[in-house]
Every structure is written in C-alpha cells, then in structure tokens.
Nanobody, 115 residues
Framework: QVQLVESGGGLVQAGGSLRLSCAAS????????MGWYRQAPGEQRDVVAA???????NYADSVKGRFTISRDNAKNTVYLQMNSLKPEDTAVYYC?????????WGQGTQVTVSS
C-alpha cells in the first residue's frame, strides 16, 4: 500500500518560513520523481517544485529563489523549504510521487500565510 504523508504545514506571517516534509512508504522511493503541488480555494492544482531521481530540480516561477525542494532517499522523504512566504502562497500543499505514467498523491497539508 502506497502512502505519502505530508507534515509541516501551518499558519505563518508573511515573510516567515515553513518546512514541509513528505514521508513515502510502499514505493521504491529512489526511482520516483517527487513533486510538491498546491491548490488554493477555487483554483486548479499547480506544480510548485519537483526533483528527479538524479536530484535535478525545477520550480514554478512564482517560488523561484524562495522555495527549495530536496530529497533524502535514505529516509524516503522529500522536503520543501519555504522562505519569504507571501499571502498568495496560501494553499493546500500536496506531495506527489511519479514514475512513467503512475502518480501517487498525499492527502495534503494546509499552509496559511497571514499579511
């Protein structure tokens, strides 16, 4: 059974930082591209950042320079360090594991940034 469990969300003031974690089980973590997505109320789910099996990273333009994605294959965990948070970063953040045409999703963690 595949499980992706996100943690680390919460309420933070603008300019603050949060670190999200996503612990994976039931998959061979090291062969999956890992990603963070977010979905604000009434909006579509969009990719925030992704990291390949070779640790190549990509970011949405809106978070470049502020967010950092990383992975620890020994701990089957992917992280998202979020700095200089803005109110527009408020959303539910989802972790995803992808390989070929298969995608697994976590349940999401709420991030709320107050102005």
């Amino acid at each position: 059974q595949v499980q992706l469990v996100e943690s680390g969300g919460g309420l933070v003031q603008a300019g603050g930082s949060l670190r999200l974690s996503c612990a994976a089980s039931g998959i061979i973590f090291s062969i999956h591209t890992m990603g963070w997505y977010r979905q604000a109320p009434g909006e579509q789910r969009d990719v925030v950042a992704a990291i390949t099996t070779r640790a190549i990273t990509n970011y949405a333009d809106s978070v470049k320079g502020r967010f950092t994605i990383s992975r620890d294959n020994a701990k089957n965990t992917v992280y998202l360090q979020m700095n200089s948070l803005k109110p527009e970063d408020t959303a539910v953040y989802y972790c995803a594991a992808s390989r070929l045409t298969t995608n697994y999703w976590g349940q999401g963690t709420q991030v709320t940034v107050s102005s």
